[in-house]
């Protein structure tokens, strides 16, 4: 069985991380299949049941489905993370860097974001509502898109190998917080949220998020910018995953305006700030990055010219030559000409 030959040719580091990475890959497909499924098809079993679906059964599935597609990679040479048995020779937490980095990056996003919120309580709040923010209606479905930015903020993380680019990635992350916290503490922008009424799956975790999130810290969203942060990473990492993950951005963008979290001046000035740094890092520094491999490339580009371009001459000298003889042989055999 596949899931055996998985076990056995991988390390634990591995398995561990691609798990991980799977189990969210599954979180995020799941919220958006209940997404469409709460807003045309509820299904008709218990709240707790939906639960368990949503955390457990579909990333379950996807765990082995992400196993099974890993061996399929592993024999075209290709693969989520690519293996790599040296890093057993390190210690621990140098393996597991991914996981600390991701949940120190997580912790400082909550961390602060939660902390700036209760701060800021008594503070003098603004408004960003415009005409278009009156128009969008109420769609408590929204949620499931709206939760799944907790765990495609943390994919990216768990799925690089490079450590040079795993930091830059960091430090793209610190800085679209910092530059969001710095809003939230100065200019604290609240949105008017409408009174809701518990009746059903989405309302229910909708709820919880007005529970535990203040209505302000809008300005500019850090979901959204979060998001798209993630996106334009996974963009970089593979396109495949990179195009999903835009598309998860977006809706996640959308889901701030339906379960009215934010106005669309917060979701536009998110996007546009992550936008912004995710070009600074990574038109700039990444390629000082990758240079070395930008010139072993030209190195290996420039290498085959040469020889081409050695071989055609040597294919011209060896045509003269043997021209030269023919005609010499010719001109003995026949002293007329």
């Excluded at 994919?155 to 430090?171: A, C, H, N």
């Excluded at 990492?237 to 993950?245: E, K, R, S, T």
């Excluded at 000082?288 to 020889?307: C, I, M, N, T």
């Amino acid at each position: 069985m596949f899931v055996k030959k998985f076990l056995k040719a991988n390390s634990i580091t591995r398995i561990v991380r691609l798990f991980i990475l799977f189990y969210l890959i599954g979180i995020v497909t799941a919220a958006q299949i209940f997404f469409f499924l709460e807003s045309f098809l509820p299904l008709p079993i218990t709240d707790f049941a939906k639960s368990i679906t949503i955390t457990i059964l579909i990333p379950l599935v996807s765990i082995v489905v992400g196993m099974y597609v890993d061996e399929r990679f592993k024999k075209e040479n290709r693969s989520f993370i690519p293996y790599q048995e040296s890093q057993e020779s390190l210690k621990w937490y140098e393996r597991y860097d991914w996981l600390i980095y991701g949940l120190v990056m997580f912790g400082v996003w909550s961390g602060l974001y939660f902390w700036i919120a209760e701060s800021r309580i008594n503070a003098e709040k603004y408004s960003m509502m415009v005409e278009f923010d009156k128009m969008i209606p109420f769609i408590p479905e929204w949620v499931w898109i709206y939760l799944t930015v907790y765990m495609i903020f943390l994919i990216p993380l768990f799925g690089l190998t490079d450590r040079r680019l795993l930091k830059i990635v960091m430090s793209s992350y610190i800085t679209v917080m910092l530059i969001c916290y710095i809003f939230f503490y100065l200019y604290p922008v609240e949105y008017p949220r409408p009174n809701i009424v518990v009746n059903d799956f989405s309302t229910w975790a909708l709820s919880l998020v007005y529970k535990n999130d203040r209505p302000w810290n809008c300005f500019p969203s850090s979901h959204c910018a979060m998001a798209m942060m993630a996106a334009l990473v996974l963009l970089e990492i593979n396109w495949f995953f990179g195009i999903w993950g835009m598309i998860t951005a977006l809706s996640i963008g959308a889901s701030t305006l339906f379960t009215k979290q934010h106005f669309i001046l917060d979701v536009i000035a998110g996007f546009g700030l992550s936008i912004l740094v995710y070009y600074v890092y990574f038109k700039s520094r990444l390629i000082l990055l990758l240079g070395k491999k930008q010139k072993e490339f030209s190195d290996k580009v420039s290498l085959a010219v040469d020889r081409l371009v050695e071989s055609r001459f040597e294919d011209l000298i060896r045509r003269i030559v043997r021209e030269e003889i023919e005609k010499v042989l010719s001109e003995k055999e026949d002293p007329q000409k």
